[in-house]
C-alpha cells in the first residue's frame, strides 16, 4: 500500500516537473520575445519611433501670409489688412455645435445673421479645422471669453488678419473681394499645383482684381513648430520657424479720385463708364453701377446679405462695364463713316437727300429726327447724326465689308483685360447668324438686316469697355493698346517694383487724312452738334458722339413716347468722348441703361469727368439735363 502510494507521488512529481519546465519554458520563450520586441523598438527602430513622438509631442503650424495691398495710380489704399480676434469654432470636436452656439451667447453678442452664415461656411467649406462664429470682437467680448474658456471644448479665440476695402462700393468691381475658401477653389488649387502653399490660409479672391492678380497677392505660407500638451494645446513655439512672405503689393492704373467723381455722376442711375488713356491703354476711370460693398464678403456673406443682391433687379453683382452688352446706337457712326472714306464707298463732300425715312423693299426706316436733315454730307451726317445717311451707306458697303471693318476696331472680342468675366460681344455677319441660329430660316442673313446694322442697332451689342477701346485706337490713330488695370507690382520684402509695359494689340492700317476728318466732325458734335449743349463754356476741345440705343423693338410707324414706356424698357443713352482734340490724354465711354438720349443723360456725365481729368474741376452743382424736345422728338439712335 505504501509503496502504491510511493509510486504515485513519484508520478505526481515528474507530471509536476514537466509543467514547471514547460511553464517556465513558456516563460523564457515570452521573456526572449520580450526583449526581442524592446530591441526592435528601442534600438532597430529607435530613430522612427523617436520621430513619431516627436511628432505627437511638437505640431507644425502653417503661418499664413500677409495679403498684398491694392493701391491706386497714386499711392491710395484701395484694398488693407487689419489684425482682429474671432470666436472659431471647430465643429469636429463639439458634440452639439447648436448647443455650444447658445451657451456661448451668453458670453458675447451672437445675432440670427451670424448663426445664419456659421451654417452656411459649414455648408460651403471642406477640411477646414474651424469657422468663425463671430469676428472683431471687442476687448471686453475676448476678455469675458478668456475667463469662461475652461466651459467650452472645442472654442478658441484667434487672432487673425481681415481685409479691408476702406472705399466701400467705389470701383468694387474692380477690386472685386475674397472669400473663404470652398471646395471648388481648392480642386482649382490643386489643378494649378499651388495648393499647399494655402495651407492655413482661409481665404482667397473671388472677383475682380483680388481675383485676377490672386497668385501675386497671396504670398508664400511659412511654418512654425509647436511643442503640444496631451490635450492637444499649444504651449509653446520651438525653433526653427519659416517665416511666412507677404504677397506683393498691386499698383493700380485707375485714379480713386477720377472713379469718384464718374460715380458720383451716374446718381442713382445704372450704367457703366470706362475711361482709357489712348496712348498705353491705362485704365483711368472703370464704372459699373450701382456697385456693391465688398467689406460683406470679408467674413463670409450672410444669406440675407446674399439674397438682397442676388434678388435685387438692379443687379448690383452684374459687372457692367465688362459683362453688359448693348447696341452701340449713333457712337457706331463715326467708324461706319471711317469704313466709308478707307474702302472709296464715299468722300467727305458725297451728299445724300435725307427726307426723314429710308425705304428698303417694303419697309420704311425712319430717321431720329422728322422731317430728316435735308442734305447731308459725311461731317453734317456724323455732327446732326442722320440716320438715313448711314441707312443708305449700310446698304452700299453690306454686312461683309462692315463686319471686316469693325472687327480690327475690336468690335466682337473680348479685350484682354486684366480682369474676369469679360464678355466678346456680338459684331454680326452671316457667320455669326449661322453659327448662332439653328433653325435654316434663321441662319439666313437678310439685307435688310443691314440697314439697321449701320446705326449700331440690329444684332450689334458690345460692352462699354469695347467702346472705349475702340474709340482710344480712333484717338490714337490706329494704334490699338490691350487695356490694363495693373500698372506694377511691388515686392514688400526687396523693394523691387515690376512693370507692366503697355501692350500693342495691333496698328490699324489707316489714312492720316481719314484718321482727321473723323476726329474733326467728332469735334463738332461737341461744339454745334448733338453734345454742343453739354460742352458749353468748355476749356478745351474734345471730340465725341452721342447715342440713343433701342431696348425693345418698335412697329412699323409705331411713335417712341418715352413718359409713356415703362422706365426699364427706355432707351439706352451713350456717349463716347476723346480729349483734348490734339493729342488725347484720355479715351472714354459712358453708356446709362434706360437713360434715354445720350445728349441729355450720357453726355452730361462725360462732361464733367473731362472737366475734372483735364481741369481738376470738381461739380459744383449737378448740370441740368436738357429736356427731351430741345434735344430729340424722335430719337432712336443718338
Do not use: C
Not at 143 to 167: C, D, M, S
Not at 478 to 506: C, I, K, Q, W
Not at 569 to 581: E, G, K, T
Amino acid at each position: 500500500m505504501r509503496f502504491a502510494e510511493l509510486r504515485n507521488t513519484e508520478g505526481e512529481l515528474r507530471a509536476f516537473q514537466v509543467r514547471l519546465g514547460a511553464a517556465g519554458l513558456a516563460v523564457l520563450v515570452a521573456l526572449g520575445l520580450l526583449l526581442a520586441r524592446f530591441v526592435w523598438l528601442q534600438v532597430l527602430q529607435h530613430d522612427a519611433y523617436s520621430a513619431k513622438a516627436e511628432e505627437n509631442r511638437i505640431a507644425i503650424v502653417p503661418l499664413p501670409p500677409n495679403r498684398g495691398l491694392i493701391l491706386d495710380r497714386n499711392g491710395e489704399v484701395l484694398a488693407r489688412n487689419y489684425l482682429a480676434y474671432t470666436l472659431e469654432i471647430f465643429p469636429a470636436q463639439v458634440r452639439d455645435v447648436d448647443a455650444t452656439i447658445a451657451e456661448l451667447a451668453a458670453f458675447v453678442d451672437i445675432q440670427p445673421r451670424d448663426r445664419a452664415r456659421f451654417r452656411k461656411l459649414m455648408q460651403e467649406t471642406k477640411n477646414v479645422d474651424s469657422l468663425p462664429i463671430r469676428t472683431r470682437l471687442s476687448d471686453e467680448e475676448v476678455a469675458r471669453i478668456a475667463a469662461n474658456r475652461w466651459r467650452f471644448t472645442g472654442v478658441e479665440i484667434k487672432a487673425r488678419l481681415f481685409r479691408k476695402y476702406p472705399y466701400g462700393e467705389q470701383a468694387s468691381h474692380v477690386i472685386g473681394y475674397i472669400g473663404r475658401i470652398t471646395g471648388a477653389d481648392l480642386e482649382s488649387l490643386e489643378e494649378k499645383a499651388v495648393a499647399a502653399n494655402y495651407r492655413g490660409t482661409d481665404y482667397i479672391g473671388k472677383a475682380g482684381i483680388e481675383a485676377s492678380y490672386e497668385q501675386e497677392l497671396h504670398g508664400v505660407t511659412g511654418f512654425e513648430r509647436v511643442e503640444i500638451d496631451a490635450a492637444g494645446r499649444g504651449v509653446g513655439t520651438l525653433p526653427p520657424t519659416t517665416t511666412p512672405q507677404a504677397g506683393n503689393n498691386v499698383g493700380l492704373t485707375l485714379d480713386i479720385r477720377l472713379q469718384e467723381v464718374a460715380e458720383r455722376a451716374f446718381g442713382a442711375r445704372r450704367g457703366a463708364l470706362v475711361a482709357i488713356e489712348p496712348a498705353t491703354g491705362s485704365v483711368l476711370a472703370f464704372v459699373s453701377r450701382p456697385g456693391y460693398d465688398p467689406n460683406l464678403f470679408v467674413d463670409g456673406i450672410d444669406p440675407q446679405s446674399w439674397d438682397e443682391l442676388m434678388s435685387s433687379p438692379d443687379r448690383p453683382l452684374n459687372n457692367r462695364a465688362i459683362a453688359g452688352l448693348y447696341p452701340p446706337g449713333s457712337t457706331f457712326k463715326p467708324y461706319m463713316a471711317l469704313a466709308a472714306l478707307e474702302l472709296g464707298k464715299r468722300t467727305p463732300r458725297t451728299t445724300i437727300s435725307d427726307p426723314g425715312y429710308f425705304v428698303f423693299g417694303d419697309r420704311r426706316f425712319r430717321d431720329s429726327k422728322p422731317g430728316g436733315h435735308g442734305i447731308v454730307d459725311m461731317y453734317k451726317s456724323i455732327v446732326m447724326s442722320s440716320d438715313v445717311y448711314y441707312y443708305m451707306l449700310a446698304n452700299d458697303l453690306g454686312i461683309d465689308a462692315i463686319a471686316g471693318f469693325m472687327k480690327r476696331f475690336g468690335f466682337g472680342a473680348r479685350t484682354g483685360i486684366d480682369l474676369e468675366g469679360e464678355a466678346a460681344g456680338v459684331l454680326p455677319s452671316p457667320e455669326w447668324k449661322l453659327a448662332r441660329f439653328s433653325r435654316p430660316e434663321q441662319q439666313k442673313w437678310y439685307a435688310g438686316e443691314t440697314i439697321s446694322i449701320g446705326i449700331g442697332q440690329g444684332y450689334n451689342a458690345y460692352t462699354p469697355l469695347q467702346l472705349a477701346q475702340a474709340l482710344a485706337t480712333l484717338a490714337n490713330n490706329g494704334a490699338m493698346f490691350r487695356p490694363r488695370l495693373v500698372s506694377h507690382v511691388d515686392n514688400p520684402r526687396t523693394g523691387e517694383r515690376r512693370y507692366f509695359e503697355p501692350e500693342l494689340v495691333r496698328q490699324l492700317q489707316l489714312q492720316p487724312e481719314h484718321v482727321a476728318f473723323i476726329k474733326q466732325a467728332m469735334a463738332g458734335v461737341n461744339i454745334e452738334g448733338t453734345a454742343a449743349r453739354s460742352f458749353v463754356g468748355a476749356q478745351y476741345t474734345s471730340g465725341g458722339k452721342t447715342g440713343t440705343a433701342q431696348v425693345v423693338g418698335m412697329k412699323q410707324g409705331e411713335k417712341y413716347e418715352e413718359d409713356k414706356v415703362a422706365e426699364r424698357l427706355r432707351d439706352h443713352s451713350l456717349y463716347i468722348a476723346f480729349a483734348p482734340l490734339d493729342g488725347p490724354k484720355i479715351a472714354l465711354a459712358v453708356l446709362v441703361e434706360n437713360g434715354g438720349f445720350g445728349a441729355r443723360t450720357a453726355a452730361p456725365i462725360a462732361r464733367i469727368v473731362l472737366d475734372y481729368f483735364l481741369l481738376g474741376k470738381l461739380p459744383s452743382a449737378p448740370r441740368r439735363a436738357a429736356p427731351a424736345a430741345e434735344v430729340k422728338s424722335d430719337a432712336k439712335s443718338d
